[in-house]
């Protein structure tokens, strides 16, 4: 059976940044048994965060990588995921791009793969995170 994992722009930022934890994300994204997923609202958000840290070419850069990736399928905000995120968002003090996140594991079944600790909320509902030191 192929575990299914979604990333949210933290975790994909610490393999970018060379930060704590980015050798577990670089594990999960080299495993051949993992299904890999991100939705566009968490890659909007690591382009802006790249685009803020090392300029537009660069976050153009990372922004292809993320979409040309072999294995990790980038989902699209469609309105029931868009409902599922404001849901999330409107219950807690999480992000959107963190709903979006979270409301695309839990469509899934996956396993969300982030820092975030406002995220540990949503375990009592069925989320099922990897947590990457902060």
């Known amino acids: 059976m192929i575990e299914k994992f979604v990333l949210d722009s933290f975790a994909v930022l610490s393999v970018?940044?060379?930060?704590?934890?980015?050798?577990?994300?670089?594990?999960?994204?080299?495993?051949?048994?993992?299904?890999?997923?991100?939705?566009?609202?968490?890659?909007g958000e690591v382009y802006y965060i790249m685009m803020r840290r090392r300029g537009k070419d660069a976050a153009d850069l990372v922004e292809g990588a993320i979409y040309d990736h072999p294995r990790l399928n980038v989902v699209e905000a469609d309105r029931a995921r868009i409902r599922a995120a404001a849901?999330?968002?409107?219950?807690?003090?999480?992000?959107?791009?963190?709903?979006?996140?979270?409301?695309?594991?839990?469509?899934?079944?996956?396993?969300?793969?982030?820092?975030?600790?406002?995220?540990?909320?949503?375990?009592?509902?069925?989320?099922?995170?990897?947590?990457?030191?902060?």
């Open 16 to 43: 970018l940044e060379e930060e704590a934890g980015a050798d577990r994300v670089a594990g999960i994204l080299t495993a051949q048994d993992a299904g890999l997923y991100m939705s566009s609202i968490n890659v």
């Open 87 to 134: 849901e999330i968002k409107a219950a807690g003090k999480l992000s959107m791009a963190d709903g979006f996140a979270a409301a695309l594991a839990m469509e899934l079944g996956a396993t969300l793969v982030t820092g975030d600790p406002e995220l540990a909320r949503l375990e009592s509902q069925g989320l099922s995170l990897c947590r990457l030191p902060r």
